[in-house]
């Protein structure tokens, strides 16, 4: 079993940055691939970011360039860098671990973004 817990969201202006953190207890960190994910109101859940064991990474389209995700291993934490945020980038955003069939999630950190 796994949890997970975000924190690191707020309000900020356009343009400006945050950093999330998520702070993984449990055994085996440095085996799950780690994730972000964020749901903006009315919408679906989206895929932000990813993070592999051996640490390669993916993004959404929408925030490469911007978003950078990071995880250690040695404080069971990932990261998630965000520069250059937009008004569209408000959403409650989730930390997501994976390993095998086991998903697990975090409950999630607000980050609103003022124009």
Same mark, same amino acid.
């Given at each position: 079993?796994?949890?997970?817990? !975000?924190?690191?969201?707020?309000?900020?202006? &356009?343009?400006?940055? +945050?950093?999330?953190?998520?702070?993984?207890?449990?055994?085996?960190?440095?085996? *799950?691939?780690?994730?972000?994910? %964020?749901?903006?109101?009315?919408?679906?859940? !989206? #895929?932000?970011?990813?993070?592999?064991? /051996?640490?390669?990474?993916? *993004?959404?389209?929408?925030?490469?360039?911007?978003? =950078?995700?990071?995880?250690?291993? &040695?404080?069971? /934490?990932? @990261?998630?860098?965000?520069?250059? +945020?937009?008004? !569209?980038? /408000? &959403?409650? *955003?989730?930390?997501?671990? %994976? +390993?095998? #069939?086991? /998903? @697990?999630?975090?409950?999630?950190?607000?980050? =609103?973004?003022?124009?």
């Amino acid at each position: 079993q796994v949890q997970l817990v !975000e924190s690191g969201g707020g309000l900020v202006q &356009a343009g400006g940055s +945050l950093r999330l953190s998520c702070a993984a207890s449990g055994r085996h960190f440095s085996s *799950y691939v780690m994730g972000w994910f %964020r749901q903006a109101p009315g919408k679906g859940r !989206e #895929f932000v970011a990813s993070i592999s064991s /051996t640490g390669s990474t993916d *993004y959404a389209g929408s925030v490469r360039g911007r978003f =950078t995700i990071s995880r250690d291993n &040695a404080k069971n /934490t990932v @990261y998630l860098q965000m520069n250059s +945020l937009k008004p !569209e980038d /408000t &959403a409650v *955003y989730y930390c997501n671990a %994976r +390993l095998r #069939f086991s /998903t @697990y999630w975090g409950q999630g950190t607000q980050v =609103t973004v003022s124009s």
